[in-house]
C-alpha cells in the first residue's frame, strides 16, 4: 500500500519548531487571513506546507530584531520610535513584570541598554486579533 498523505506538518509540529504554544497557533495564528489552507490529513490533524507557514508567519507574526546600538541607553521615547512599542505600554509592562528593569534610573528618565530592549522585543507578542 502506497502513503499518500501529503508531506507536511500539523499545528502541533509547528508550534514545536517555531517555539510557541500550541494553543497560540490553534486559536490565534492559524485564525489569521493568510494562513495558508491545510494540504491535507495526518489522523485526525490537518497538515500545512511548511514553507506557506514560515511565509506567513515572517511576514505576520515574528518579531524582527531592531537596530538598535547595544551598548547605548535609550529612554522610553526612543524605544518608542525605534520600535513602535508606546513608552505608555513600556510603563504599564514594567508595573507587571513584562518589561526588564531600567539600566539607568540616575536622570529624569529611566534608560535601557539596546541589547536589554532588543531582548524584550524579540519576546513580546506580534500578533493581535481584530476586533
Do not use: C
Amino acid at each position: 500500500m502506497v502513503d499518500r498523505t501529503p508531506e507536511g506538518e500539523t499545528l502541533r509540529e509547528i508550534a514545536e519548531r517555531h517555539g510557541r504554544a500550541y494553543n497560540t497557533l490553534r486559536a490565534q495564528w492559524s485564525r489569521h487571513p493568510a494562513w495558508p489552507a491545510p494540504i491535507g490529513k495526518r489522523g485526525r490533524s490537518y497538515i500545512y506546507d511548511p514553507a506557506a507557514v514560515d511565509a506567513v508567519i515572517t511576514e505576520h507574526f515574528a518579531r524582527h530584531a531592531t537596530d538598535l546600538e547595544p551598548r547605548k541607553l535609550y529612554t522610553a521615547r526612543e524605544i518608542e520610535a525605534a520600535t513602535g512599542i508606546t513608552a505608555a505600554t513600556i510603563r504599564a509592562d514594567r508595573s507587571k513584570g513584562r518589561w526588564p528593569a531600567p539600566d539607568d534610573v540616575t536622570g529624569p528618565a529611566h534608560r535601557w541598554y539596546g541589547e536589554k530592549i532588543t531582548q524584550a522585543v524579540i519576546k513580546r507578542r506580534s500578533y493581535r486579533r481584530n476586533p
